[in-house]
């Protein structure tokens, strides 16, 4: 299962790169600097849902896990919603944001196993912006 989501989380970050390389050959300088934030944006998106994921799988050897993993990708989206001007860009990172406090609700009310598939999706939304 690692691989697998090594693999979905290696094919949105090329599939933002090759974007990134088309908007910026197409479009300008604004393009690519809304394309690299995108990168920057999916891969570390990319990463915390894959941590996310393996700890709700993982939750009956550590419960906490999900939680520590909430607060890293809530960190991450902070960072990177300050790192980014690109209105499209910070929307996605809003969404994501949203569909982590989500999660966070329902572990909260006692959800052992949330559904994490809202941010899966968020980061997919994050992808189609990334896309020109």
């Known amino acids: 299962m690692a691989a697998s989501r090594r693999r979905r989380r290696t094919t949105i970050a090329a599939a933002v790169a090759a ?6 050959f197409a479009t ?7 394309a690299l934030d995108c990168v920057q944006t999916a891969e570390a998106v990319a990463d915390s849902v894959t941590e996310l994921q393996q700890a709700v799988e993982a939750v009956s050897d550590d419960p906490t896990r999900i939680e520590e993993s909430l607060t890293s990708i809530d960190k991450n ?4 919603g300050d790192k980014t001007d690109d209105a499209d ?3 996605a990172v809003d969404d994501l944001q949203q ?3 989500n999660v966070r609700q329902s572990v909260e ?17 994050l992808t189609k912006v990334c896309t020109p």
């Open 19 to 24: 974007a990134a390389l088309t908007v910026g």
């Open 28 to 34: 300008g300088c604004d393009a690519v600097d809304k």
């Open 77 to 80: 989206l902070t960072e990177l």
């Open 89 to 91: 860009v910070n929307k």
């Open 99 to 101: 569909a982590v406090t």
């Open 109 to 125: 009310n006692g959800d052992a196993t949330p559904d994490v598939s809202p941010i899966t999706d968020a980061a997919g939304e």
